[in-house]
């Protein structure tokens, strides 16, 4: 498996508190996303990250925020957590992005938001 | 924007049966990846697709890509239990950073 981990794996949190979620690699690659996993929604892409400091929104953005200072580190903030944010979220990781390699994924992180 | 759909959703098939599961796409598509993710685990890439009318295989999955590269599809022959999971497409546009996934199709084997 690829040098990626997710922290937490299971957290447990209260409406309105702020949330971060951390993805680091040992790949040095230069694309970095962040998924949520629902049922029968399968994969929707947060945010994305093409470089240090380099990012953009995906699919389902809204009341998330992410940080990359570093190029193995990608950071998913939530701001105020609310019940329908809870998902297992994933972090994965691609050497070319655009040019489609595969991209490997972490082992997730499952947020309950009560 | 572009959309994939993928169908089945769910497909549940005795073992030794076949199964296929396809993705659509309402517009021309750059390229397209597979993953398979097992029951409790995360999704691991399967392989890629490039080119007009290609058709890959490993083992018993044959995996192909439309003439139009509008379509693609995973076929497993002769399924087993250790095929059990939920198996995705993904894409990404022509310049795009983002790496797009459909809904995926579970896929449950009865021994």
């Known amino acids: 498996d690829a040098g990626i981990t997710q922290s937490p794996r299971h957290k447990v949190t209260e409406t309105g508190t702020p949330v971060t979620l951390r993805c680091h690699q040992t790949?040095?690659?230069?694309?970095m996303y962040w998924y949520r996993q629902d049922p029968g929604h399968g994969l929707r892409l947060i945010h994305y990250?093409?470089?240090?400091?380099?990012?953009d929104k995906g699919e389902v953005s809204d009341g998330y925020s992410v940080s990359r200072s570093k190029t193995e580190d990608f950071l998913l903030t939530l701001e105020s957590a609310t019940s329908s944010q809870t998902s297992v979220y994933f972090c994965?990781?691609?050497?070319?992005?655009?040019?489609?390699?595969?991209?490997?994924f972490g082992q997730g992180t499952r947020l309950t938001v009560v | 924007g572009q959309q994939v759909m993928q169908i089945p959703q769910y497909q549940h098939v005795q073992e030794g049966e076949d199964f296929t599961t396809y993705c659509n796409s309402s517009?021309?598509?750059?390229?397209i990846q597979w993953y398979k993710q097992r029951p409790g685990g995360h999704p691991v890439f399967l392989i890629q697709l490039v080119k007009s009318g290609e058709v890959k295989k490993q083992k018993r999955l044959t995996f192909q890509f439309g003439e139009a590269k509008k379509n693609s599809s995973l076929h497993i022959t002769a399924t087993q239990t250790t095929d059990v999971g939920t198996y995705f497409c993904?894409?990404?546009?022509?310049?795009?950073?983002?790496?797009?996934f459909g809904k995926g199709t579970k896929l449950s084997v009865i021994p």
């Open positions: 790949e040095n690659h230069r694309y």
């Open positions: 994965a990781i691609s050497e070319t992005g655009h040019l489609n390699t595969e991209a490997f």
């Open positions: 517009t021309t598509l750059s390229n």
């Open positions: 990250s093409y470089g240090v400091k380099d990012t």
């Open positions: 993904a894409y990404s546009g022509a310049g795009s950073y983002q790496l797009t």
